[in-house]
């Protein structure tokens, strides 16, 4: 099975960037599909990112514009790139991934977690 990694949280001001990253080991990473998923206090996890295993890639209307996510099949990772980001962007930043075919923003669809990354946006 595969363990996951993020990093590359931290504090940003208000319009600032920050580059996340989802290290994979025990499996290639391309063997999954991966989700980028945000957990702010007292709130679910939601859906932010993804990418299926066939490379397509798929976000949530409050990131599209500002937010990419890629795979670098050589280094095992997934990243998801942030932009303008806002204060309501703040919360604790997770990677799943699910064996499927297809990309779902349902977190219960994810077999496999990392421990998060926490972001937090001043404004």
């Known amino acids: 099975q595969v363990q996951l990694v993020e990093s590359g949280g931290g504090l940003v001001q208000a319009g600032g960037s920050l580059r996340l990253s989802c290290a994979a080991s025990g499996r290639t990473v391309s063997s999954y599909g991966v989700g980028w998923f945000r957990q702010a206090p007292g709130k679910e996890r939601e859906f932010v990112a993804g990418?299926?295993?066939?490379?397509?890639?798929n976000y949530a209307d409050s990131v599209k514009g500002r937010f990419t996510i890629s795979r670098d099949n050589a280094n095992n990772r997934v990243s998801l790139q942030t932009n303008s980001l806002k204060a309501e962007d703040t919360a604790i930043y997770y990677c799943g991934a699910r064996t499927d075919y297809g990309m779902t923003p349902n977190p219960k669809s994810y077999a496999y977690w990392g421990q998060g990354t926490q972001v937090i946006v001043s404004s």
């Open positions: 990418i299926s295993r066939s490379g397509g890639t």
